[in-house]
């Protein structure tokens, strides 16, 4: 869900137009306003940061074309 | 580089995995493969991934319903907190129509008790603070995943001196009760795909002891291509017999977990033997609230049942089901006296629960 506003401990995220309030006190350090959270039940568990997403693709091509198989 | 959400729902890349994952199922004859997280069930079956792969893939479904695993005899306690303390009771939405030997917290509501829905353990405050006339008692139902919010609300209410709120928990440990069904043979699975929302709290690194029963489980999110990379990472592991524990989740599951979370849980609950409904009492299987935080125990407040509770054989099979033992339509109630309008048992009642999963999307597909 995507970050659109913080207050201290909360923040409001959006997904697909429904907003909610979360709790962001777990997190490590604070999201900025258009991070993605990933959230269970009001609590905001991990800041999804895009680290894998260039590898899984170059992987994922590989094995299309058969050299990881 | 910014985060895209939509990049492992892409259509192509997930149909190239898929036909992939075809080609190499045909190594097999019938392997099965576990997934714990009732999330996963309902999303395989929405993919169109449950068949996909049969006969040479068989899905089966894990305990990963935390609706579904809590026992009688804890609702049984709910109930009786309503009936003998007139409190008000604070719960999860799914919650609310399981029956407990006939009746639901739903009937206790129509008969005029407070039983509240909410979406997050925090807004047992607002309730709390609102509604200061009254006793209330939030249900903590869930696994790793949902106890820090449990946690979280706990802290809010000492922090607030609220004097009408306490929690009774029913919450669960994942890793306990597939070391319980590990140990005793009761893992009916060539792998298992390990829930991916329980892991970002806990860190893939705790489920390590799963390979002490000689089989492989990768940690997997929630979209399309993230089930089949996770599918294609566990049968090739299948295939070269490489006993270990993988993620394919990385953008939300790192090897330790959330620290803060585990601390929080750490500092409030400890681990005590629980019973998770069809399975029996699991060992380290539940949380109980630690001493210090008595005055936010529900079961150190109020007096609550302590003889067994016997509950009655209404013949639902949700136990079985529970541990992959058998599918829904194997129980003879499905589809039969038992369905979303009426459920017998909590799998037909969750969202997360099995039963639902195959009266939704299953057909009539054998």
């Known amino acids: ?69 | 580089m910014t985060f895209n959400p939509d990049f492992f729902k892409q259509k192509e890349l997930t149909k190239s995995l898929f036909k992939k994952i075809k080609e190499k199922s045909q190594n097999f004859d019938n392997i099965r493969l576990m997934e714990f997280c009732g999330t996963h069930t309902h999303n395989i079956f929405q993919y169109g991934f449950r068949y996909a792969f049969s006969p040479n893939i068989t899905f089966i479904a894990g305990p990963g319903c935390p609706v579904c695993v809590t026992a009688e005899e804890e609702l049984f306690e709910a109930a009786h907190l309503i009936e003998h303390h007139n409190v008000g009771v604070i719960l999860y939405g799914d919650l609310i129509k399981v029956p407990v030997s006939g009746k639901s917290l739903a009937d206790y509501r129509s008969e005029g008790h407070s039983v509240e829905i909410v979406y997050s353990a925090l807004d047992a405050i607002t309730i709390a603070e609102k509604h200061t006339d009254k006793q209330w008692v939030f249900l903590g139902v869930g696994f790793e995943t949902t106890i820090p919010a449990t946690a979280a609300a706990i802290d809010f209410a000492k922090k607030r001196c609220l004097k009408n709120l306490t929690f009774l928990s029913f919450h669960k440990n994942t890793r306990s009760v597939l070391k319980a069904l590990g140990s005793f043979g009761r893992l009916y699975a060539d792998g298992v795909i390990l829930p991916g929302h329980v892991s970002a709290v806990v860190g893939w690194e705790y489920f390590s002891e799963v390979k002490s029963f000689g089989i492989p489980a990768v940690v997997v999110g929630f979209e399309p291509l993230d089930i089949l990379l996770g599918v294609y990472e566990l049968i090739e592991m299948i295939e070269k017999n490489d006993v270990d524990i993988r993620c394919a989740y990385k953008r939300a599951v790192e090897e330790k977990g959330n620290a803060k979370m585990l601390e929080k849980v750490e500092e409030l609950f400890y681990l005590k033997d629980a019973p998770w409904r069809g399975i029996g009492v699991v060992k380290d299987g539940g949380y109980e609230l630690r001493d210090a935080f008595a005055e936010y125990n529900a079961r150190a407040r109020f007096s609550l049942p302590t003889q067994e509770f016997k509950p009655k054989n209404s013949g639902c099979k949700c136990g079985d089901v529970l541990i992959g033992k058998i599918t829904p339509d194997a129980c003879p109630l499905f589809k039969k006296v038992c369905n979303p309008e009426n459920p017998v048992g909590p799998c037909m009642v969750s969202h997360e629960g099995t039963c639902l999963a195959y009266y939704k999307w299953s057909g009539d597909i054998e």
């Open chain 1, 1 to 69: 869900m995507k970050v659109v506003s913080i207050q201290d401990d909360f923040c409001t995220v959006e997904l697909n137009g429904v907003t909610k309030s979360c709790f962001i006190g777990f997190l490590e350090k604070k999201p900025d306003i258009g991070d993605f959270l990933l959230v269970h039940a009001g609590m905001a568990i991990k800041c999804l940061k895009d680290d894998e997403s260039e590898e899984i693709l170059k992987e994922l091509k590989l094995l299309i074309d058969g050299e990881l198989s």
